[in-house]
């Protein structure tokens, strides 16, 4: 099973495409990570084109069976709530255009499935990843460790969406 992991933002999107070998499906391999980066204060619908042209280019060349994005939270600052919600939509038109299930599970869930803390910071998600995964050389931004987090939790919110591809598949 080979799933796509993203954790949204409005000029930063993190990703993660983990394969779930037959053999071990606790132990994925990570076939890629990294971060779609856009330039700050680039305008709508610029940094959305992007956001959805450079995820096309990672979904085509690693063909995801299903997808898992992180849902969005609250935020304190709406114009920043806003930006990341357009995001996200880009990013759900890209999976659903390639015919990707997506799960959505929120950032409280990811926090948990991975480090066993719902309220875990950034260091203890890195940290989790590190020992539970065992992807030690980890580089980049934080949101590619996240969209690391969110792959993995995202496959175990999967359960019904292989009988719903099968059935899908056939009509």
């Known amino acids: 099973m080979r799933i796509i992991g993203v954790d949204p933002g409005s000029h930063r999107?993190?990703?993660?495409?983990?394969?779930?070998?037959?053999?071990?499906?606790?132990?994925?391999?990570?076939?890629?990570?990294?971060?779609?980066?856009?330039v700050p204060?680039?305008?709508?619908?610029?940094?959305?084109?992007q956001i959805k042209t450079e995820l096309d280019q990672i979904i085509n060349e690693f063909k995801p069976e299903f997808?898992?994005?992180?849902?969005?939270?609250?935020?304190?600052?709406?114009?920043?709530?806003?930006?990341?919600?357009?995001?996200r939509g880009v990013i759900l038109l890209s999976l659903g255009e390639n015919n990707i299930p997506v799960v959505q599970p929120t950032a409280t869930q990811v926090k948990k499935g991975i480090s066993a803390n719902g309220n875990a910071n950034k260091k203890e998600v890195r940290?989790?990843?590190k020992m539970i995964l065992g992807f030690h050389d980890l580089k980049g931004h934080d949101d590619s460790w996240d969209a690391i987090a969110v792959a993995f939790v995202g496959?175990?919110?999967?359960?019904?969406?292989?009988?719903?591809?099968?059935k899908s598949s056939k009509t």
């Open 127 to 129: 940290a989790a990843i």
């Open 155 to 166: 496959k175990s919110l999967l359960h019904g969406f292989g009988q719903l591809k099968i």
């Open 41 to 49: 204060k680039t305008p709508s619908p610029d940094n959305l084109i």
């Open 13 to 38: 999107v993190g990703y993660a495409v983990l394969d779930f070998p037959d053999s071990n499906r606790s132990k994925p391999n990570l076939l890629a990570y990294g971060t779609i980066e856009v």
């Open 67 to 87: 997808g898992s994005v992180e849902e969005l939270f609250f935020v304190t600052n709406v114009t920043t709530g806003m930006r990341v919600s357009e995001s």
